[in-house]
């Protein structure tokens, strides 16, 4: 079993709907991650998150401890939110910045 | 401020041969972190330097292998390329192995 385990793998959506991504972890962690990458692969940092809720435009992060659980919600969905959302933790204890990588939920919006 | 450039975007190199990769770090960043995405797979942790030093490595042979240099650029080489060395390598940068990380475009190897 993977350590992050994301939720669904593949979503398909109307434009201006409400989507939600749940990740969910199995170690203790410093700080967790959300990122969004588009096709050409580049990779980019939304959140990072240690405790409670985060808002930026239409994204909006949260993350429970003590249940091991993030969401990643957006609001009003447009066709260039399309794209694979990646969560990723800082697993506890190392001295080190490694990440561990869910699997990734790939989003397309259609309009 | 810049952001993370690699170079190249894309490779093809044939089996048993060498690569190697290169980052440039974002301004003001001090430690670079590699990774290896194969496709349709989230991102495995290859390695990560801080200050010139090796100081953390995933589950990777020793023909992977990496560089720091004095301006905390980075070099990431494979020797003796597999077939299932094909995939995106990332780079990431940050400041003093923080939590905040600025990831770059990733190059793009394909060994046939």
């Known amino acids: 079993k993977n350590e992050v385990e994301q939720s669904p793998q593949n979503l398909t959506a109307q434009e201006g709907e409400f989507i939600t991504i749940n990740c969910s972890y199995s170690?203790?962690?410093?700080?967790l991650h959300w990122l969004q990458q588009h096709p050409g692969g580049g990779i980019v940092s939304l959140f990072m998150l240690s405790s409670g809720k985060k808002k930026h435009g239409r994204l909006i992060a949260t993350i429970n401890i003590q249940e091991k659980h993030s969401s990643l919600h957006i609001t009003a969905s447009h066709p260039r939110d399309s794209a694979v959302y990646i969560c990723?933790?800082?697993?506890?204890?190392?001295?080190?910045?490694?990440?561990?990588f869910g699997q990734g939920t790939i989003l397309t919006v259609h309009p | 401020e810049t952001g993370v450039t690699q170079s190249p975007t894309h490779l093809i190199k044939t089996r048993g041969q060498q690569v190697t990769l290169r980052c440039s770090s974002q301004?003001?960043?001090?430690?670079v972190s590699w990774y290896q995405q194969a496709l349709g797979q989230g991102p495995q942790f290859i390695f990560q330097?801080?200050?010139?030093?090796?100081?953390g490595r995933g589950n990777f042979p020793p023909r992977f292998s990496g560089l720091q240099f004095p301006n905390y650029s980075s070099e990431l080489n494979v020797n003796a390329l597999e077939l299932d060395d094909s995939a995106l390598y990332l780079c990431?940068?940050?400041?003093?192995?923080?939590?905040?990380?600025?990831f770059g475009s990733g190059t793009r190897l394909t060994v046939v």
């Open positions: 301004s003001g960043h001090n430690t």
């Open positions: 170690v203790g962690i410093s700080a």
């Open positions: 990431a940068s940050s400041l003093d192995n923080s939590y905040g990380y600025t």
């Open positions: 330097y801080y200050r010139e030093e090796e100081n």
């Open positions: 990723a933790v800082r697993v506890s204890g190392t001295s080190y910045g490694k990440l561990t």
